[in-house]
């Protein structure tokens, strides 16, 4: 079946550990996509990538860092100096933006907790 | 800047009556797409629907129904005889395209409870 894998779906992390959701997709779409999402704040754009070795940051980038060394895979690692990376993270993917058809499709997610 | 608006955090109704959940947006682009997705508990975001700025025509699938208004700059979403499936948390969001479509910009959502 098509479609975008997170994993894990439930994740505790230490205080100062560093840590990495993965996100893998089988529909060639080139566009990849981290949102996280808190309680009454909707979706907030943490990283994107368009295109293999290229990723922008988004509108919470600190304590978070991407690679994209593959079309269909792009993790994300919530580092250390994240201060509050308690969350619900979701990870998207669309074809690529210039085309018309621009919805993106979701992952189920990753709940992070620190301890 | 995008913007994305909706104000109305909870809604609760009882099964079989109508809702609208409103989505007041907000951009400088002439082309632009808006769209609805659907959170059920499981967490997953689930695409309804996505209209460009060229076609502001209505449109009806089943239950669902939405209003594309650009003098109000308003897609509201009209959900008839409501179910208690069709408790969740649904957002709108925005994507500018006039260079180039933008990761979409979600509004923070409207969670709605169907009671039985």
């Known amino acids: 079946d098509g479609g975008i894998t997170q994993s894990p779906k439930y994740l505790f992390r230490k205080e100062g550990q560093n840590v990495t959701l993965s996100c893998e997709q089988n529909?060639?779409?080139?566009?990849m996509y981290w949102y996280r999402q808190d309680p009454g704040q909707g979706l907030r754009l943490i990283y994107y990538s368009q295109i293999v070795n290229d990723f922008q940051k988004g509108d919470i980038a600190e304590g978070y860092s991407v690679s994209r060394e593959k079309k269909e895979s792009f993790p994300l690692t919530v580092t250390s100096a994240q201060k509050n990376p308690t969350a619900f993270y979701l990870c998207?993917?669309?074809?690529?933006?210039?085309?018309?058809?621009?919805?993106?499709?979701f992952g189920q997610g990753t709940r992070l907790t620190v301890v | 800047a995008q913007k994305v608006t909706q104000a109305q955090t909870e809604i609760s109704v009882v099964e079989k009556e109508d809702v609208t959940l409103d989505c007041v947006y907000e951009?400088?682009?002439?082309?632009?797409?808006l769209f609805w997705y659907k959170q059920p508990p499981s967490g997953e975001l689930v695409f309804l629907i996505r209209?460009?700025?060229?076609?502001?025509q209505n449109e009806i699938s089943g239950r669902y129904s939405w209003n594309f208004q650009k003098s109000t700059s308003s897609f509201n979403f009209t959900i008839t005889a409501s179910q208690v499936v069709d408790s969740a948390v649904y957002f709108c969001?925005?994507?500018?395209?006039?260079?180039?479509?933008?990761?979409?910009?979600f509004g923070k959502g409207t969670r709605l409870s169907v009671i039985a």
């Open positions: 209209r460009n700025s060229f076609d502001e």
């Open positions: 998207a993917s669309s074809i690529f933006p210039g085309l018309r058809n621009t919805e993106a499709f």
């Open positions: 951009t400088r682009d002439t082309t632009y797409y």
């Open positions: 529909l060639n779409h080139d566009a």
């Open positions: 969001a925005l994507s500018e395209a006039n260079s180039g479509n933008t990761p979409l910009v």
